[in-house]
């Protein structure tokens, strides 16, 4: 993913139950090739744009659902992809990064206070 990251550059990944849930930089397992990260975006219900930022590397791919982690592309060959999670350190901006954090500790707090306050 050069220019973003750098080979065996540390990143955090958040996990997202295998799906893709808005634009951004994943790390998937895509066919055989293990742990690569590559920029995804939803074009619909079913439909998936996957990218890489390193130019050296094909060409955006369009792949369609067939069933579960089975993809096809434009091709008509079948794409295996499992998700593992979402890049959100580093992120694309210090803005990105600053707002998941953010997100993620309200979150951390709403859910303390929740079970502070069950009664069981």
């Known amino acids: 993913m050069e220019p973003f990251l750098r080979d065996g550059a540390p990143i955090l990944v958040e996990e997202t139950g295998g799906q893709i849930e808005a634009p951004g930089r994943y790390v ?3 066919n055989t090739a293990g742990g ?3 920029r995804c975006q939803k074009l619909g219900e079913s439909t998936l744009r996957v990218s890489s930022d390193n130019r050296s590397f094909s ?3 369009v792949l369609t659902q067939q069933d579960g982690s089975t993809y096809e ?3 008509g060959r079948s794409v295996r992809l499992c998700v593992q999670g979402r890049i959100i350190y580093p992120g694309d901006t210090a803005r990105a990064v600053k707002k998941q954090i ?3 500790v309200a ?3 709403g859910s ?3 079970k502070a306050g ?3």
């Open 73 to 75: 592309d434009r091709g």
């Open 107 to 109: 979150h951390a707090v």
């Open 59 to 61: 060409s955006p791919q």
């Open 102 to 104: 953010v997100h993620d």
């Open 118 to 120: 069950s009664t069981e």
């Open 112 to 114: 303390r206070q929740d």
């Open 28 to 30: 998937l397992y895509l």
């Open 36 to 38: 690569i990260v590559k």
